[in-house]
């Protein structure tokens, strides 16, 4: 919920000003700014990241993920832990790791006696790939960052979102 401060003004024999405090359920005109420009900004840089490990020969951004996030989390989570740990919405995370299950990147095992309950295993296959996609990714992801090291506050980085060239690097 957001508030703003307007000035009221009443004219009789001088401006008197008062100010007020609104409420507002709807987002500021630079909140939509931000919201916008980060969906911009994200969508060029992994359409790029993307291209690039295509390029390579190596799959989707979505697997390095689904792979790093098993890694990072000690290798083994719940379909629902890893659900919360990533952007992937529930119905493709269980196609993705079926997947990589079939390309032998993680395991899929029972928990100890519970049939229901079940861990996603990154396998040594799949860290050695998350690897080879990170020599990828991450020069690329760093040089789309270096451009907003110099960003002077939210207008700065609306601005470079806005540009004509942004993704054309």
Not at 31 to 53: F, S, Y
Not at 111 to 140: S, V
Request: overall charge neutral; proline content about 4%; aromatic content about 8%.
């Amino acid at each position: 919920m957001n508030f703003h401060l307007i000035c009221l003004s009443e004219f009789r024999n001088h401006i008197r000003s008062e100010h007020a405090v609104v409420k507002c359920d709807l987002p500021t005109p630079l909140e939509t700014d931000i919201w916008v420009a980060m969906n911009r900004i994200t969508r060029i840089v992994q359409a790029e990241i993307g291209a690039a490990l295509k390029s390579a020969g190596l799959p989707p951004l979505k697997w390095y993920d689904l792979l790093w996030s098993l890694e990072s989390q000690g290798g083994r989570l719940r379909p629902f832990e890893l659900g919360r740990d990533t952007i992937l919405e529930q119905s493709n995370l269980s196609h993705l790791s079926k997947r990589l299950e079939a390309e032998g990147l993680i395991e899929i095992v029972e928990n100890n006696g519970d049939r229901r309950g079940k861990f996603l295993q990154i396998t040594d296959k799949g860290k050695a790939l998350r690897k080879r996609m990170w020599a990828i990714y991450g020069p690329l992801l760093h040089d789309q960052m270096k451009a907003f090291n110099a960003v002077d506050g939210w207008q700065s980085f609306i601005a470079v979102a806005q540009a004509p060239d942004a993704g054309n690097s």
